[in-house]
Structure formats: C-alpha cells, structure tokens
T-cell receptor, first 112, second 113 residues
Framework: NAGVTQTPKFQVLKTGQSMTLQCAQDMNHEYMSWYRQDPGMGLRLIHYSVGAGITDQGEVPNGYNVSRSTTEDFPLRLLSAAPSQTSVYFC???????????FGSGTRLTVV | KQEVTQIPAALSVPEGENLVLNCSFTDSAIYNLQWFRQDPGKGLTSLLL?????REQTSGRLNASLDKSSGRSTLYIAASQPGDSATYLCAVSTQGGSEKLVFGKGTKLTVNP
C-alpha cells in the first residue's frame, strides 16, 4: 500500500514552460486536493476533487489546471510557469471527514 | 472566511517537559480538526483527528482537545523528547470530505536534550 505518491520530487523550470505534477493514490479515496506551501503563508488549497470527473477551485487556482479522469490520479498542470509558482506542492487524499486526510511527500518546484 | 491561527509560532523546551500547542479558528462550522507533524523538507504526517462532535483524542503521549464553540484546539505533548522536534500544523475541514482544509501556519517545536 503506497498511499499518496507524488512525482517528481524536485523540478526546476524556466519561466513560461509548462509541466504536470503527478499525484496517485491507491486507497480508493474519493477526495483529492492540491496544496502549495510557501514560507510565512502556510498551506493553501489550489484545486480539489470530490470524485472522478468532478473538480473545483480552491483559494489560489490561477495558473493551474486539474482534471480527474480516474479515482486514482489527480495531476496538476502548470500552464506557463512563473517565478511566483516557486513553492512546495502537496497532494492529499481522503475517504471522508471521519478518516482525515493523507498527504504525499511533496514536489519542490523552482521557477527561474 | 475561515482563518486558523497557531500560537506560539516557535517554542523551545528542555527534554521531558510537558507542553501545549494552541490552535484557534474563526468559524465554528467545521467537520473536523486534524493535527499534523511536518519534519524539515518532508511531507505532513497525520497525528490526531477530532470530529466536530468530539471533545478530545489521544494517541500515546499526544492528546488533542477541541472546543468548537470557542473555536479552539490544543495539542498536549507529554514528556517531550528530542525526536518530537518538528513543525506542528493544525487544519480544519470546511467540507464533509475533508477535501478543503484550512491550515494554520504552524508551531515550530524544538526539544533540547
């Protein structure tokens, strides 16, 4: 049981490049979310999903796209990377509020 | 808008001391509250989950309480050890599936040998 798996662990992008951060879970969780963590700002919600085919915006969605074609995968796409998107990105999943949320180990992204 | 505050931002204690970390939230309409631990450069590890209908949860040397009406939670760590050194985060769930968590900025704990 791998839990929540994020790839890559580290990435350096040039301004304007696009990329996809991968997130996969093997726990059959309906709920999945993406957060970014910045010094002094805490973790902030980017996008979330309540099931396959259903996504919605969080607090800081601009510059990011998501889709959820399967229960297991929830990729985060950066359309045109900007230095302001330099951050640590965490994916998380959960079954219901009764069981809390499980986080991946994160992707550290630097945009130069 | 829900806001979560953690006080203090940093705490340094000698080994063996009992300590309390505080978390407050502005909107009492929560589904649950979760305490996490984060080691430097690592992900978040869930420590305790308290449902909105519960008053406290315990796991080993950790005890978390919840007073929803006053918008407060505390994490009590008994007999602290150097291995407890980490940043502790609290988060409240504003949706039934916990898919929307609002986090505090954390308390950085250092336990000195």
């Amino acid at each position: 049981n791998a839990g929540v798996t994020q790839t890559p662990k580290f990435q350096v992008l040039k301004t304007g490049q696009s990329m996809t951060l991968q997130c996969a879970q093997d726990m059959n969780h309906e709920y999945m979310s993406w957060y970014r963590q910045d010094p002094g700002m805490g973790l902030r919600l980017i996008h979330y999903s309540v099931g396959a085919g259903i996504t919605d915006q969080g607090e800081v969605p601009n510059g990011y796209n998501v889709s959820r074609s399967t229960t297991e995968d929830f990729p985060l796409r950066l359309l045109s990377a900007a230095p302001s998107q330099t951050s640590v990105y965490f994916c998380a999943s959960g079954l219901s509020s009764l069981y809390g949320y499980t986080f991946g180990s994160g992707t550290r992204l630097t945009v130069v | 808008k829900q806001e979560v505050t953690q006080i203090p931002a940093a705490l340094s204690v000698p080994e063996g001391e009992n300590l309390v970390l505080n978390c407050s939230f502005t909107d009492s309409a929560i589904y649950n509250l979760q305490w996490f631990r984060q080691d430097p450069g690592k992900g978040l590890t869930s420590l305790l989950l308290i449902q909105s209908s519960q008053r406290e949860q315990t796991s080993g040397r950790l005890n978390a309480s919840l007073d929803k009406s006053s918008g407060r939670s505390t994490l009590y760590i008994a007999a602290s050890q150097p291995g407890d050194s980490a940043t502790y985060l609290c988060a409240v769930s504003t949706q039934g599936g916990s898919e929307k968590l609002v986090f505090g900025k954390g308390t950085k704990l250092t336990v000195n040998p």
